[in-house]
């Protein structure tokens, strides 16, 4: 799953030489809706014990869960990319699991913290004010500091987002297939909105074809497949836990960005990067191998 999102910002970035982000979102997630929809169609069993209260608990918590861990932060991401790199994107969405750490105690409780935790989500801030920091201190960088903070907030709403289907839909009666559904469906519904606020670029650099190509890859494997495996992880492990898939992402985002899209790579954003990684192995305090964090029910 980290790897499938990790490439995600690759194709982000070749659909924003033809599209505007509110577009990309709005392709992918209806590709990925339409995946998804072709997925439960063949699981019969998908809607087992979808009662009715369990249906009142969807549509009520669902909109929420697709703002936050779908809609804006895909947004936030593609917008954010139209100012900074693949890498910096990808390096910046591995502090999920920092943000999932705050959100969680505040919100859950039950998920417990250490000294490796408070100290790698201490560790993984500096982190990334070391990559930021010389944003801010470059003359004409202020573009690139919006764009990557753009996609740090996206994070913090991932994090969030983790906290919500854990606490709403961890034992929601129905298959990850569903929940994954009603994710990308509402966030479809949802992006329609934002289409007037974004504009394409004035200078379409690759044809439509190869731009679609992208974004639809983009919807149906990274957005329809990852997100339906997203809800199975979650389901089995700890929100901070399974938010640890998010240490994939930076090194193929980072790949990705150097080999196809000529990303250069400055001493400061390496260290930043490194102790980013490490803050989040120490934040997620487990392996996802062997969870030792607990499901809390609710």
């Excluded at 910046?92 to 105690?105: D, E, I, M, R």
């Excluded at 929601?172 to 297939?177: F, I, Y």
Aim: glycine fraction near 10%; hydrophobic fraction near 55%; proline fraction near 5%.
């Amino acid at each position: 799953m980290g790897g499938l999102w990790g490439l995600s910002y690759l194709l982000i970035a070749v659909g924003l030489r033809y599209f505007s982000p509110a577009v990309i979102v709005l392709i992918r997630t209806v590709s990925g809706t339409a995946t998804l929809a072709a997925a439960v169609l063949l699981s019969p069993g998908s809607f087992k014990g979808f009662d009715r209260p369990a249906r009142k608990r969807f549509f009520k918590y669902m909109p929420l869960q697709a703002l936050v861990a779908s809609t804006l932060p895909y947004l936030l991401i593609s917008w954010g990319e139209t100012r900074t790199s693949v890498s910096t994107a990808g390096v910046l969405n591995a502090a999920t699991p920092l943000f999932t750490l705050v959100f969680a105690k505040i919100f859950l409780g039950g998920e417990h913290d250490s000294f490796k935790r408070v100290a790698g989500l201490v560790l993984g801030f500096i982190g990334v004010a070391i990559i930021i920091d010389p944003l801010s201190r470059q003359p004409g960088a202020q573009s690139e500091l919006i764009g990557s903070m753009a996609v740090l907030c996206a994070s913090a709403l991932y994090g969030y987002g983790f906290v919500v289907t854990r606490k709403y839909f961890a034992h929601q009666a129905g298959s990850a297939k569903v929940m994954a559904l009603g994710q990308i469906g509402f966030a479809a519904i949802l992006s329609v909105p934002f289409l007037a606020m974004f504009h394409a670029p004035a200078h379409k650099s690759i044809p439509l074809w190869g731009a679609l190509s992208a974004v639809l890859v983009l919807g149906v494997i990274q957005t329809g497949l990852a997100t339906l495996m997203y809800h199975r992880v979650v389901r089995q492990l700890g929100a901070t836990a399974s938010s640890v898939v998010t240490y994939v992402i930076p090194l193929v985002a980072v790949a990705a960005g150097v080999i196809f899209a000529g990303n250069t790579l400055s001493p400061s954003f390496v260290a930043g990067a490194i102790v980013v990684l490490i803050a989040v192995s120490l934040a997620a305090g487990t392996s996802p191998a062997k969870p030792t964090l607990e499901a809390t029910p609710f």
